[in-house]
């Protein structure tokens, strides 16, 4: 299993997010830029850059929450997100983002598996500690039967771009948002797939979540599937929170 991780800081929720971001990408490429409500908030701010495009395969070691190894200097940019705005997560085959013609940009289309979003709430978003955190999960994107396509070929076709709504209800607060892609083209049997994210409004909504390493197991359907005879999917994790 293949993943790719990109961590996002949001502040408050109830004057405005401050958000940056480490982005959980699997296989291959990295998340270098978000968008709030379309907006470009700028290559590299507000976001961990992972400076290698390695995966993370091992579902427990401390990796999984953010990836490692992050361009330096690491942004201290915290972006002002507010509860129930459009996110858009971008993700290139290197940490400079797009350079050119590459069949493998954003990710190689091969490469099959979902594309999810986690939230975790922080007392400062630009700490460097990323353990113990409770992380709860906002979107995803797995396989979809009627057209046979994934999460990532979602993403390949969009050019890196994963785009998904906040929820409205969370309390003010500063928070790290972690977007992350999983391969399992390898991932018949573990460890196949490689694993490679503020907010303000006046909501009150503080939902239970879960921790990483720990909330993927090796045995998990959604971690151990043959792409090859897949014929319904759920992706690893929890249940997507809603209001």
Known sequence: MKTFTSLVAFASLANFVAARTVFSVSILFHSCDFLVNGVDEGH??????????????????????????????????????PAGSTVTAVFHHTSAGYVGPDPADPIDPTDKGPVLAYLAKVPSATQSDVTG?????????????????????HLFLNGGNATFTIPSCLAAGQYLLRV??????????????????????????????????????????????????VTTYTPPGPAVFTC
């Open 44 to 81: 590299g701010v507000a976001v961990r850059v992972p400076a290698s495009n390695a995966p993370i395969t091992d579902i427990t070691s401390d990796n999984l929450i953010c990836n490692t190894g992050f361009e330096q200097p690491v942004s201290t940019v915290v972006a002002t997100v």
């Open 133 to 153: 955190l409770s992380w709860f999960k906002i979107w995803q994107d797995g396989y979809e039967t009627s057209t046979h396509q994934w999460g990532s070929d």
């Open 180 to 229: 992350e892609d999983i391969s399992l083209a390898q991932a018949t049997s573990y460890p196949g797939a490689e694993f490679y994210i503020q907010i303000t409004g006046s909501g009150s909504s503080q939902p239970a979540g879960v921790a990483f390493p720990g909330a993927y197991k090796s045995a998990d359907p959604g971690i151990v599937t043959d792409i090859y005879e």
